[in-house]
Nanobody, 124 residues
Framework: VQLQASGGGLVQAGGSLRLSCASS????????MGWFRQAPGKEREFVAA???????KYADSIKGRYTISTDNTDNTWYLQMNGLRPEDTAIYYC???????????????????WGRGTLVTVSS
């Protein structure tokens, strides 16, 4: 299974971007999907997660600005980012937990599948 994140780019502060994550390879239906990000010189951090049942969890730093969603018909998930700030600049990674797991965690090492990341740059 491979995850591919897309939709990153350069945007001015206050702007919006929408990231997408799609899976390829063998049939893959995770119950927990999410996004992490890693800024230069910093550790990877949790951004948002969603379960197939619709439960969502957000990092405090982006709450109210970002929205995670999923299209359960094709196992694609999205991150709508509004009100972007320069401190949101990072490589954004999509991730999924093993299909048998239904619990959200913010711990990156507990996520089994990772995309390569897409760069989001927010200029001031």
């Amino acid at each position: 299974v491979q995850l591919q994140a897309s939709g990153g780019g350069l945007v001015q502060a206050g702007g919006s971007l929408r990231l997408s994550c799609a899976s390829s390879g063998r049939p893959f239906s995770p119950n927990v999907m999410g996004w992490f990000r890693q800024a230069p010189g910093k550790e990877r951090e949790f951004v948002a997660a969603i379960t197939r049942s619709g439960y969502t969890k957000y990092a405090d730093s982006i709450k109210g600005r970002y929205t995670i969603s999923t299209d359960n018909t094709d196992n694609t998930w999205y991150l709508q980012m509004n009100g972007l700030r320069p401190e949101d600049t990072a490589i954004y990674y999509c991730a999924a937990r093993a299909p048998s797991i239904t619990v959200v965690t913010t711990t990156s090492r507990a996520w089994a599948y990772w995309g390569r990341g897409t760069l989001v740059t927010v200029s001031s």
